[in-house]
């Protein structure tokens, strides 16, 4: 019970008229990334969505550490983060303040993490910059910043290497590796390999229905 | 064991078979009942000593009128049953009467508009029942528009229920205004506590049709319920079963 | 406990209160407007705009436009704060912010208290400063400008109120645009009744207490039930 | 007949709000039965769906 | 003539005349108001609170309310097709249709007029045939009404014409919203003057011929002058 | 003259208090594809839409077959198409719908011919479903299918593989290839490899100021 663990069980899921889900089942555990791979319109964002509780199963279950998450879903809202296709930032709010703001829900932060976490991420300069002057890759870094900062356990990423170059998406590996390492876990529909240590790595491929 | 009926009622098979079973005892007595009401209303009773033959327009008027609140008063208490005790049939009764009593409350405000013409002079005054009524009509629009945004339904009937039950409020301003505030409107001369006011030959006709009206408010309403359940069951092998017959 | 990297227990401290997020989620919405200006200026140019196209259209003889002020001066601010109101959540809404509010696992109620709380500061507060001009200019005798203040402020904190209650609903609605108001207005009208019963008499030189204390009554109900109603709506509509 | 139908001169509003009554009424019935029709369809075309064998959700 | 493969002949003859494009533009527009059902309704949603909230708000007396007809129904009309030209700019900016006309190499007068005809189409032809409701409503006589419909029409066909060139001055900014009206509503202002008259005539059972005329004037005015200038503005504002 | 050709000189360009293109240069003729590269923020979209125009230059200039681009603006952008960071498609219309408005604006189009572009881009299924309701990768796939349906000679992609899956990135390397040998000429901002074939491919490294 000690350790972290997410687990999906049946999961059967309707967009409209296609049948997306049907029947899946998964299960990640701590120090584990699972990469979920798919052609296009396989049902990856479906998948997260419904992971994370915005989308409705029409049958199945989400466990969470040995416990349904309907059950208590604030809790397993407070353990978990999802990053999807568009970066969920204020066009006009500075990176530094939008993270000060998304993240302080959450976290109490100081002012300097948000600007080491930045530099981590390979954007020191764009602290105090408005997002909405900021290229499409420097902007998806600084959602990445986040990440760390929001220190939960369970990180669902929606393809989160787009846009960004190939430094870049090292760096999406790297940051994922810290994370499993300090005992997190995550799921990342990712299209390309990942760059992290392969026992850390499981994979589920979706096939288009 | 006492509770057996109840998650009966909260079982959609159950709900589907039942409505299926009774639509046409519901329509068919309906349909009996308005056609007397209409002949009774149009040919027999005498006409007013004030109103003339004009009055006979309470029997399309009235059953309206009557449809409009009746319809929400339905749907607001389905959304309370869904939202207290998670109900999806309950949900789907609510979603189904919207449609049906937004219709009914537009009917009636046209018919009353052409009652007004002749009875006031005028289709259209600021009064406060005729306001609320159109007030309703907004209501319905507003739940109907809240469902249809949804793509999930199940995220729907629970926000638009919250939306039905917040709503409810203006029935019985509807019903009442015309006692609180000293209006242009009749005072309910049926649907009082106490005697009813009018002339018995005058009256049994329109109880016919109100009576007529909510038979055939079942009816319909049953029917959409089983589209609305069909929609809602996607796992259910029973479906098979539902669509074959 | 390998939970506990990811989790220190200095980390779990480190959790701020509800107060604090709301405070934090106001600081931000405050911080937004006076950097889009146009969001400040908006309800405050339609208020005016309203307000000045009237006389126009009418008679501009002021014996009559001081009868008619108490109803344009309040159906400009009730649009004008509806308008206001679908911007606000608008925007959150596209830009994926509302998602991380309800995906963060924390008590929406304060959330939702915090964005009407700016809604109001924003359009309310601004709104009734601005009343008593307008009034002045449909006629109103300057002597009874000042009162005009108040039902205006205490009115629109009620609006504020009932607008989040349909903002929530609308929150799972990607395009709620017109939506919004169809909700809202049919419930805002005993608001519009007794507010601008309370100018009328403002500009009367009469008394005006009773309708504001019923505008003021609303507004005690709305700011005990609205932010719970809204969280419930808001759980509702993205559980 | 011609008296009944002149209604006592108010003939002109009460016709069409009969009209208007029944119209409704009809329309309700035509609708009701259309949105079942249509639910039945898309049930139909779901269980289609339903019956085919589950392609994925191996894990490799 | 390496270009020949990438442009053969026969394609160059397929390039549609501006008119179709044009024609294109409109229908698309038409298809996606149906589609979008909300935005098709949102004007006369608009309207039709706008309308209902001003008796609620001034006096239920139908002689009082006869009088400020006009300008309600006015005020209304004009601020319903201001909202809708808002809406129906941005959403094309947004979602980068317009960034696709102006780098289409095709005239920008053309897919302007018809921008601006399908916004008069859904929303000026609307408000005119639910105009007369109002007035009847608000106590214009039954006699009167369908002289109601002229003006309006006409009038928001010049209200139209004349936001399109706002709407084109504002086109690459990315958020006009308010800025739209500021620059319309100014101008716009002859026009609700001579409408309201002319509304006012008719409800009186005048003849109102003579601002009709010049309603007309604004019109023909508009529709030989306002493509030209929106698309300088276009072309301006995307230089 | 009568060989397709763009050639940028001296191009010098500020984004608000950053000099992003500092005299640069390029040139690429029919049957060429320059791949731009670069850094997240390095410039890639600044350069492409600064191409088309949509960006004002401080000095320099764009020269397409011969000619100042500035003096026959209309003329340039009809042989140009360009497909930025989001796909431009109306959320509302289908996907058919999309192709058949924003293609007719330049070409008289059969509806057989939309039919064929979808499914050449690997999404015959979508033609008649919103586009609200596609997968990114989906959505990307439509935008794409415009692209040879416009015929015009010279494509400006700004990372036109965002949200595809390995094939789908293959597939965009072999529209370009097939543009480019009937004699078009692309310019790509892609940060991995673009599948075409050597001998067509030249590139451009932006380094970041
Ligand atoms: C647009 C105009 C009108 C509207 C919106 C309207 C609305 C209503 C409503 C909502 C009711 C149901 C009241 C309740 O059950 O509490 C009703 C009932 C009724 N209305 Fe109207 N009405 C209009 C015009 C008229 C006119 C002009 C007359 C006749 C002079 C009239 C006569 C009646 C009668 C007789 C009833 C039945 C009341 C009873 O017996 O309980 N209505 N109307
Ligand atoms: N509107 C703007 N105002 C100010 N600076 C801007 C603006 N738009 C872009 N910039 C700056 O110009 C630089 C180049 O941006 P650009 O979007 O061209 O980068 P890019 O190479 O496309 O990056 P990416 O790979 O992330 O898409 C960035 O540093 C960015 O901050
Ligand atoms: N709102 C919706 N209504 C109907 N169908 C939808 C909706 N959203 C998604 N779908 C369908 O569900 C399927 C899965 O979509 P999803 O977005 O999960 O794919 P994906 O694997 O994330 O693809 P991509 O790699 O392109 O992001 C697609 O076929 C899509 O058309
Ligand atoms: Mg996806
Ligand atoms: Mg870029």
Chains 1, 6 share one sequence.
């Not at chain 1, 829900?105 to 002057?133: F, K, Q």
């Not at chain 3, 509800?18 to 140019?45: C, G, H, N, T, Y």
Request: include cysteine.
């Amino acid at each position: 019970m000690s350790e972290l663990s997410l687990r999906g069980e049946n999961l059967h899921l309707w967009r409209g008229e296609r049948h997306v889900l049907r029947g899946l089942g998964l299960e990640v555990a701590a120090g584990e990334v699972l990469q979920v791979t798919g052609a296009n319109g396989a049902g990856k964002t479906t998948l997260l969505r419904a992971l994370c509780g915005m989308l409705y199963l029409e049958e199945g279950r989400i466990v969470w550490n040995g416990v349904n998450v309907r059950d208590d879903m604030p809790a397993f809202h407070g353990a978990l983060t999802y990053l999807g296709h568009e970066p969920p930032l204020k066009a006009d709010l500075t990176a530094s303040e939008n993270l000060r703001y998304w993240v302080g829900l959450r976290r109490r932060l100081e002012p300097a993490r948000i600007a080491s976490a930045l530099e981590s991420v390979g954007v020191p300069g764009v602290a105090s910059e408005l997002v909405r002057t900021l290229s499409a890759g420097q902007k998806r870094r600084v959602a990445l910043a986040a990440l760390p900062l929001l220190s939960v356990p369970l990180w669902l990423l929606d393809e989160p290497t787009t846009n960004l170059d190939t430094e870049g998406q090292k760096l999406v590996g790297s940051l994922i590796e810290r994370h499993i390492r300090a005992g997190g876990l995550a799921v990342a529909a990712v299209h390309h390999e990942i760059f992290v240590s392969p026992q850390h790595l499981r994979r589920l491929e979706l096939s288009k229905s | 064991m006492t509770w057996t009926w109840f998650h009966r009622l909260g079982s959609p098979p159950h709900i589907y078979r039942l409505a299926t079973r009774l639509t046409p005892w519901f329509a068919w007595p309906a349909a009996l009942i308005i056609v007397a009401a209409l002949y009774g209303g149009l040919v027999l009773a005498p006409p007013d000593y004030q109103q003339g033959d004009g009055f006979r327009m309470v029997y399309v008027h009235a059953p309206c009128a009557w449809m409009s609140l009746m319809v929400y008063t339905t749907l607001a208490v389905a959304s309370a049953v869904g939202l207290i005790w998670r109900m999806k049939v309950a949900y789907a009764v609510a979603a189904s009467c919207a449609p049906i009593g937004a219709s009914f409350t537009a009917a009636a405000l046209m018919t009353g508009m052409l009652f007004g013409r002749p009875m006031w002079g005028t289709y259209w005054a600021w009064d406060p029942q005729l306001t609320f009524e159109l007030v309703l009509l907004f209501i319905y629009l507003g739940y109907m528009g809240l469902r249809s945004s949804f793509d999930d339904p199940q995220r729907a009937d629970r926000a638009s229920s919250m939306l039905a039950v917040v709503g409810f409020i203006d029935v019985p301003i509807i019903h009442f205004s015309t006692t609180w505030w000293n209006s242009l409107h009749q005072a309910p001369s049926v649907l009082r506590f106490g005697k009813p006011t009018i002339a018995l030959p005058m009256l049994i006709p329109l109880l016919m049709m109100l009576l007529g009206f909510t038979l055939y408010f079942v009816a319909i309403l049953l029917v959409r319920l089983r589209g609305e359940i069909l929609r809602r069951e996607r796992s259910a092998s029973w479906l098979r079963e539902a669509i074959v017959s | 406990m390998s939970g506990s990297a990811v989790l220190p227990a200095a980390e779990v401290r480190a959790v701020p209160s509800a107060f604090d997020v709301a405070v934090l989620a106001l600081a931000r919405d405050l911080r937004l407007a006076f950097r889009k200006r146009e969001q400040l200026i908006q309800p405050l140019a339609f208020f005016a705009i309203v307000t000045t196209l009237f006389p126009l259209a009418i008679t501009p003889r002021l014996a009559q436009l001081r009868e008619v002020a108490p109803g344009v001066l309040w159906v400009g601010a009730l649009l004008a704060s509806l308008l206001a109101l679908e911007f606000l959540f608008r925007d959150d809404a596209q830009d994926g912010t509302l998602e991380q509010y309800a995906l963060s696992g924390r008590s929406l109620t304060w959330l939702l208290f915090a964005k009407t709380a700016a809604h109001w500061l924003l359009t309310g507060v601004p709104l009734a400063l601005v009343a008593p001009l307008a009034a002045g200019a449909l006629g109103a005798p300057a002597a009874s400008l000042p009162s005009i203040i108040a039902p205006v402020a205490v009115g629109t904190l009620a609006l504020s109120l009932l607008g989040a209650i349909g903002a929530a609903l609308t929150l799972g609605v990607k395009r709620s645009g017109v939506l919004l108001s169809l909700i809202t207005l049919p419930l805002a009208v005993p608001i519009l009744i007794f507010g601008a019963r309370a100018t009328e008499l403002a500009i009367a030189g009469e008394s005006f207490v009773a309708p504001l204390e019923l505008l003021g009554a609303f507004a005690v109900l709305g700011l005990t039930l609205a932010p719970l109603a809204a969280a419930a709506a808001v759980r509702i509509s993205l559980e | 007949m011609t008296a009944f139908f002149r209604m006592g001169g108010y003939a002109q509003y009460l016709w069409p709000a009969y009209g208007i009554t029944f119209a409704v009424v009809i329309l309700n019935i035509v609708w009701a039965r259309r949105t079942l029709a249509r639910a039945r369809r898309e049930a139909r075309r779901r269980l289609a769906v339903r019956d085919e064998p589950v392609l994925h959700g191996e894990e490799v």
